[in-house]
Nanobody, 125 residues
């Protein structure tokens, strides 16, 4: 079992930046691929970014490419999502997730096993 706790959400103006953090506990963090999802009101949860166990492979949704950066610090059991040039359409609850993905690549949507409680990100225009 892996426990995940997100932090760093909040209210920011369009064009601003936020950095989300997700602290993991319970199992060996470096054994898990990690991802960030988001869910806006009335919409499905979507994979925003993913990172492999070692951090050598990443994935980004087209909507955030060039603006968001996912990274991880395995000794600190933490994964980050740096969000720059934020837009009102980035407003959502952001969730951290862990995957027992067998290869050292970013896990695909639908292959995540553990979830955090989420943190709200609101971008005002």
């Amino acid at each position: 079992q892996v426990q995940l706790v997100e932090s760093g959400g909040g209210l920011v103006q369009a064009g601003g930046s936020l950095r989300l953090s997700c602290a993991a506990s319970g199992r060996t963090f470096s054994n898990y691929a990690m991802g960030w999802f988001r869910q806006a009101p009335g919409k499905e949860r979507r994979l925003v970014a993913g990172i492999s166990r070692t951090g050598g492979s990443t994935y980004y949704a087209d909507s955030v490419k060039g603006r968001f950066t996912i990274s991880r610090d395995n000794p600190k059991n933490t994964v980050y999502l740096q969000m720059n040039s934020l837009k009102p359409e980035d407003t959502a609850v952001y969730y951290c997730a862990a995957s027992r993905w067998p290869s050292d690549t970013a896990a695909t949507f639908g292959n995540y096993n553990y979830w955090g409680q989420g943190t709200q990100v609101t971008v005002s225009s």
